[in-house]
C-alpha cells in the first residue's frame, strides 16, 4: 500500500464523520492530531463524544496531541475483515496509551513483529489514504 492513494483507489470502509468526530479527522489532514478535551473540567477524551464521562458537561474544545505514547497492545492480523485490506495482510494494529492519558488504536509500522513489546516508545505519524482522508497509524520513537 502506498502512503497516498487516489480516491478511487481507496476500497477500505471510511470512519463515520460526524460533529463530534470531523475535528479529529480534519485535525489529521493538517498531520496535527488534535483530542477533544472536555471545557468545564479539562478531561481529555478518545474517541471524541458529545458528553464528557467525568463531569457530564457537553462543552468540549480541543488540544493538540503530543503525539507520544507507548504500546499497551498489538495484535497481528492474518485475516482481512473487509476485502480492501486484503493487500495490508498481515497488518499489526497497536493499541497505545498516548501521554494525554486517552488509548488509540492504529497501524504500526517500521517495526518487526518481533521487536513490539508492551512498553515500547511510539510517536505518531500520518498516512494521506485519499485527497479527504488522513489516517493515524505508529512508527517506534
Known amino acids: 500500500m502506498s502512503d497516498t492513494m487516489s480516491e478511487t483507489a481507496y476500497d477500505k470502509p471510511m470512519p463515520p464523520l460526524n460533529r463530534d468526530s470531523k475535528p479529529f479527522w480534519d485535525s489529521l489532514k493538517e498531520h496535527a492530531m488534535r483530542l477533544q478535551r472536555c471545557a468545564d473540567c479539562g478531561k481529555i477524551r478518545h474517541y471524541p ?37 486484503l493487500g495490508d495482510l498481515p497488518m499489526m494494529l497497536a493499541t497505545v496509551d498516548l501521554e494525554e492519558g486517552v488509548r488509540i488504536c492504529a497501524q504500526i509500522r517500521d517495526v518487526a513483529p518481533d ?15 485519499t485527497a479527504a482522508l488522513t489516517l493515524p497509524i505508529f512508527r517506534p520513537a
Open 115 to 129: 521487536q513490539l513489546s508492551v512498553g515500547m516508545a511510539v510517536r505518531v505519524d500520518y498516512e494521506d489514504a
Open 49 to 85: 463524544r458529545p458528553v464528557c464521562d467525568s463531569c457530564y458537561s457537553m462543552e468540549v474544545d480541543w488540544v493538540r496531541a503530543s503525539g507520544r505514547g507507548k504500546i499497551h497492545s498489538w495484535t497481528i492480523t492474518h485475516h482481512a475483515f473487509h476485502p480492501g485490506f
